[in-house]
Structures are given as C-alpha cells and as structure tokens.
C-alpha cells in the first residue's frame, strides 16, 4: 500500500479501492472508473459486513438464511406464523430454499408446522417458545453488533447513509435492462 502523509506524523494509508482506481488511471486514462468509488466500496463493505454477521449468527448454531426466517417470523407478531410464500414475499428470504429453511429449524426445535383450521392446504411455519427465546436473544446481539460495526459514524451520519443507500438501491433497480425485469 502507498502511504500519504497527514498531519502530525501520521501516516494514511491508501486503501484497496484508491489503489485499483489509481492503476486503472495509469493503464487505461481514457476510463471513467468515478463508478468504482461508489460500487467497489460498498462491495468491499458488504463482505466485510456478510463476515462479521455470519460469523455472529454462527455462535448461535444458526445459518443466516435460518436467523432470516425466524426474524420474518417474529416481526410477524404473536402468533409468530407465516405461510413458506409469506416468508418468501417477507423481503430477506428468498422463496428458492424456504422449505429447506423451514425443515433445519423444524428439526431444531425452533419452529413448528401447523396446517390451517379453516383451510388445511394452507401450512403455516410457527415459532416455538424455544424459537421466541432464542431470536429475541440472537437480534438482540446482531442490534449490538451492527451498532459497533456503525461507530465510526455520527447519528446523523448513519441517516444520511441509510438514505443514500435507499436512493442508490432504486437507481439500481432502476438501470435494469427490460429483459432483467
């Protein structure tokens, strides 16, 4: 890494992202690589984000993908239950491995499956009591842990953040090509 000097002695380093739009200035001057400050950070963050989540969730005997499913459940309210589509329309779980989701936390003991009263095709997925207790405890660390993960910024900071990042999601969505779509 290249160093920079700053006040009083310190010395900045350039990070990963300055160094790969620096190079891509030397071999190709003509690019505009303006994108890469933006899209490479926020990538470089995500991972660093996936990890230390991942890792957080882990100690709980949980996959992320599970710790989704029982938040989807409990942001539900009592009764704590969803139907597999209503877990897959809930924004964080994808419909393409819900059953196989539902079956691991099933086998654990965290959710139970109940069929409807009125209806029996209709299954629900339903948070056990050793289900409650355990994602109230584990978001209840993940709030924590996204909390000193968010130090380094300002209140303030953290809003104009979450705005922006709102606003880049629908530029995003936006740019899709119709055959995306």
Same mark, same amino acid.
């Given at each position: 890494m290249t160093g920079k000097q700053a006040g009083k002695g310190a010395t900045v380093h350039q990070d990963a992202v300055a160094s790969i739009i620096e190079a891509w200035a @030397? !071999? +190709?001057?003509?690019?505009?690589?303006?994108?890469l400050e933006v899209l490479a950070r926020l990538?470089?963050?995500?991972?660093?984000?996936?990890?230390?989540?991942?890792?957080?969730?882990?100690?709980?005997?949980?996959?992320?993908?599970?710790?989704?499913v029982l938040t989807a459940l409990r942001r539900a309210g009592a009764p704590y239950r969803l139907t597999a589509g209503q877990l897959a329309d809930s924004g964080?779980?994808?419909?393409?491995?819900?059953?196989?989701?539902?079956?691991?936390?099933?086998?654990?003991?965290?959710?139970? @499956? !109940? +069929?409807d009263a009125d209806d029996r095709r209709v299954v629900y997925s339903r948070l056990t009591?050793?289900?409650?207790?355990?994602?109230?405890?584990?978001?209840?660390?993940?709030?924590?842990?996204e909390r000193r993960m968010l130090a380094g910024l300002s209140p303030a900071e953290c809003r104009q953040l979450a705005r922006l990042l709102?606003?880049?999601?629908?530029?995003?969505e936006e740019s899709a090509e119709p055959d995306e779509e």
């Open positions: @030397r !071999e +190709r001057p003509e690019l505009d690589t303006a994108p990538h470089r963050t995500f991972l660093r984000y996936n990890t230390r989540l991942t890792s957080a969730i882990d100690q709980h005997g949980l996959a992320v993908a599970g710790f989704d964080l779980v994808s419909s393409a491995g819900v059953t196989l989701r539902i079956d691991r936390l099933e086998k654990d003991g965290l959710i139970v @499956r !109940e +069929r009591d050793a289900g409650l207790a355990k994602v109230d405890k584990v978001f209840a660390e993940h709030l924590d842990n709102s606003k880049l999601e629908r530029s995003i």
